[in-house]
């Protein structure tokens, strides 16, 4: 099967994405800055060949599986297939350099492929438990990969992490409500929607139900539980690793903030970070404790 023609198979070296958190900026340490980048871009063209363009899900799910084959080629010292050079040339060195965990990278596939399955089943998430396993895949092995990087390997600073990524990835779920529905990619749990008594249409952008307000104003204080508990983490690394991670934990509550502030209704509006946050954000990060 041919695989879908999907921009990210272009360069990816900017980081050109909207983020709710800085990716390899100015505060990363400089001999870590390629390895970082080289993850983000791995993972962020992985994401897209499963959500971009209008490829089929055959299609799809056929690219990861290249995706999957040329990662496992590299970490092998083998020839990839060539679809993807600027991901994997890259990622090729960092793996030898720091001896990367390929489980992680290999998580974050699965997850992937989780998605476009479930897209189109047209299956949902029976309840906040799978869907927190979901986030173990699709987000922790990011910090974990980076915690690697950074040579931190104790228990507490592994969940602390754990702890910080799931909460990004339920953040981001919550702010992108209104695009998901329309695709038809359902992370409110079937379980927590029947809780609070929505239905299908108290999602619809048209909506004015509060039973819907109610519901992402329970995932937005579980996501902000998350990131409080996983924050300190911010604050025990080192330099600008941590300086780099207080902006991170700081992106996803502000973020979580302004999810308040349109009182709660994703479903109608997607909220997201501009420039004007940044100074809020420093702010907070300075006094982080």
Known sequence: MKAPQISPTAAVQPVSHYENFPVASVLCPPRL?????AIYHFARTADDLADEGDASAAQRLAALAQYRADLLAIAGDQAHSGQWPQVFEPLQRVLQDFQLPLPLLADLLD?????????????????????????????????RLL???????????????????????????????????????????????????????????????????????AYA??????????????????????????LVVQGGLR????????????????PKLTARDVPLMLWRALWMR
């Not at 399955?117 to 396993?133: C, G, H, K, S, V």
């Not at 508990?229 to 991670?245: K, N, S, T, V």
């Not at 973020?255 to 997607?270: G, H, P, Q, S, V």
């Open 33 to 37: 800055r390629p390895a970082i980048a």
């Open 111 to 143: 997850a992937f492929a989780q998605d476009v399955r479930y897209t189109a089943a047209q299956r949902r998430y029976r309840d906040d438990a799978e869907l927190l396993d979901y986030c173990t895949r699709s987000a922790n092995p990011v910090g």
């Open 147 to 217: 915690l690697h990087l950074y040579g931190i390997t104790d228990a507490l600073s592994l969940t602390q992490s754990d702890q910080i990524c799931s909460a990004l990835q339920l953040i981001n779920f919550w702010q992108d409500v209104s695009s998901d529905v329309a695709r038809g990619r359902w992370y409110p749990s079937v379980q927590a929607m029947a809780a609070h008594g929505v239905s299908d249409a108290d999602l619809q952008p048209d909506s004015q139900s509060d039973n819907a307000r109610q519901l992402m104003a």
């Open 221 to 246: 204080a579980q996501a902000r539980a998350l990131m409080q508990a996983g924050a300190p983490l911010a604050c025990r690394i080192p330099g600008r690793a941590g300086w780099e991670l207080r």
């Open 255 to 270: 973020m979580l903030d302004k999810i308040e502030a349109i009182n709660f209704a994703t479903w109608r509006t997607r």
